[in-house]
């Protein structure tokens, strides 16, 4: 890894392979870290088993520097944490890009070893609605207004958004 400090990113997918806006921004942010000496280690749910659900997957994908490192549980993850730290190695911030495809469990239970920094980044409204595009799915209209029964009580993402925000207060408080 490069130079004594780094950056844990934490997104949905292998930026490297992937085209979509929030890779792009994970790959800038790697290429900038890089330039000032600064490692960059990416973790992502990992589907080993093909299932459509990856709520639950235990596994994760690690990238450091650019470069596969493998598939870990997330004790392995936080074993990989500690050799850097043991190797001289200063964590400089955590920075969570998407909780799309995430192991809430995991992340949150990864947090609580964090002693510092933590970003959550919203590059879109998944944190907010977990329909990507905002279109409530009963009506196919752009929704609009906060996430409560009188705007989302007929779209089908209503009561999983609700469970989303639920889920995002509880790692937001777990790390405040």
């Known amino acids: ?16 392979y992937s085209i979509g806006g929030t890779a792009k921004v994970i790959t800038e942010h790697s290429k900038l870290f890089s330039d000032n000496n600064i490692g ?3 973790i992502f749910p ?12 235990p596994f994760w ?15 392995g993850i936080l074993n990989y ?17 998407h909780l799309l495809k995430i192991n809430y469990h995991d992340l949150k239970y990864l947090l609580s070893f964090i002693r510092g ?10 944190s907010v609605c977990v329909s990507t595009n905002l279109l409530r799915s009963d009506t196919k209209e752009l ?11 007929g779209c089908r993402y209503y009561m999983v958004s609700l469970k989303m925000k639920e889920v995002l207060k ?7």
């Open 143 to 153: 929704c609009h207004g906060k996430l409560d029964v009188k705007n989302c009580s």
């Open 46 to 57: 990992l589907n080993l088993s093909h299932s459509h659900s990856l709520k639950n997957n």
């Open 40 to 42: 960059y280690l990416f």
């Open 81 to 97: 944490l500690e050799g850097l730290n043991n190797n001289g190695k200063t964590l400089q911030c955590v920075h969570v890009h």
């Open 61 to 75: 994908g690690m990238v450091e520097d650019g470069e596969f490192k493998g598939v870990f549980h997330i004790n």
């Open 1 to 16: 890894m490069k130079g004594t400090r780094y950056i844990l990113s934490i997104g949905f997918a292998d930026y490297r």
């Open 117 to 126: 920094n933590v970003i959550l980044y919203v590059h879109d409204y998944y």
């Open 170 to 176: 509880d790692i937001l408080d777990s790390i405040s």
